[in-house]
């Protein structure tokens, strides 16, 4: 079936410290997708990116979808420890204007931050 | 809006026990999914429905599970009989349809301990 490979599976770095994580698809999607889990709660998404190229801020965090459709990556500036957590990559297909509800996830990256 | 509300939290039963999730969706929200998430698989998506009809089920294991959408605030995972390799975090997320990206909001998850 179809899989996303996120690397790296997981990463301990000291607090200030820049990220960065991607992911990788054998197929094309229209969508990506960057969610962060938290212990003990459910995903919570982060960064939607629509167009091949894009790419798009959210405070500490850019993403960007790859030209080729079949990968992004995550890039999150100046750690601090709330950023400890579960970081997953996910695709979803669309089509006619209407999106498809399956979504697609990565294996998941988990971050560790040092104060 | 409360979110997805899922129950119970936790759940520890022995082998061979009825198992039942249960899921609250986002009011107006007219998709509905339940993932299991593991250490060795990941995040699975199980199953999903839209508009209270299952659309793929090709998630679920096996014969032992089973999900219901009687209505659109309602779901019901279950699982009979439970084995221990059942043992996971549940989580029930849903979406609306008509937006250009299908941003899933996740419940808090149902731990299930099956001994």
């Known amino acids: 079936g179809q899989q996303l490979n996120q690397s790296p599976q997981s990463m301990f770095i000291q607090e200030g410290e820049d990220v960065s994580m991607n992911c990788t698809s054998s197929?094309?999607?229209?969508?990506w997708l960057w969610y962060k889990q938290d212990p003990g709660e459910g995903p919570v998404l982060l960064i939607a990116?629509?167009?091949?190229?894009e790419l798009t801020s959210n405070g500490r965090l850019t993403a960007q979808f790859g030209i080729t459709r079949k990968d992004s990556f995550l890039n999150i500036s100046a750690s601090i420890p709330s950023d400890v957590g579960i970081y997953f990559c996910?695709?979803?297909?669309?089509?006619?204007?209407?999106?498809?509800?399956?979504?697609?996830f990565g294996q998941g990256t988990i971050l560790t931050v040092h104060p | 809006d409360a979110g997805v509300i899922q129950s119970p939290r936790h759940e520890v039963t022995e082998m061979g026990q009825e198992v039942t999730l249960r899921c609250k969706p986002i009011?107006?929200?007219?998709?509905l999914f339940w993932y299991r998430q593991t250490m060795m698989r990941g995040l699975e998506l199980l199953i999903y429905?839209?508009?209270?009809?299952?659309?793929?089920d090709s998630g679920m294991p096996e014969d032992r599970f089973s999900a219901k959408m009687p209505n659109a605030s309602f779901s019901t995972l279950k699982i009979q009989p439970s084995e221990p390799r059942d043992s996971a975090v549940y989580f029930c997320?849903?979406?609306?349809?008509?937006?250009?990206?299908?941003?899933?909001?996740f419940g808090p998850g149902t731990r299930l301990t099956v001994l």
């Open positions: 197929s094309i999607f229209n969508t």
């Open positions: 009011s107006g929200h007219d998709y």
């Open positions: 997320a849903s979406s609306f349809v008509g937006r250009i990206y299908n941003e899933q909001f």
């Open positions: 990116l629509y167009k091949a190229g």
């Open positions: 429905f839209n508009n209270n009809v299952p659309i793929d």
């Open positions: 996910a695709g979803q297909r669309t089509s006619g204007g209407t999106s498809y509800g399956k979504l697609t």
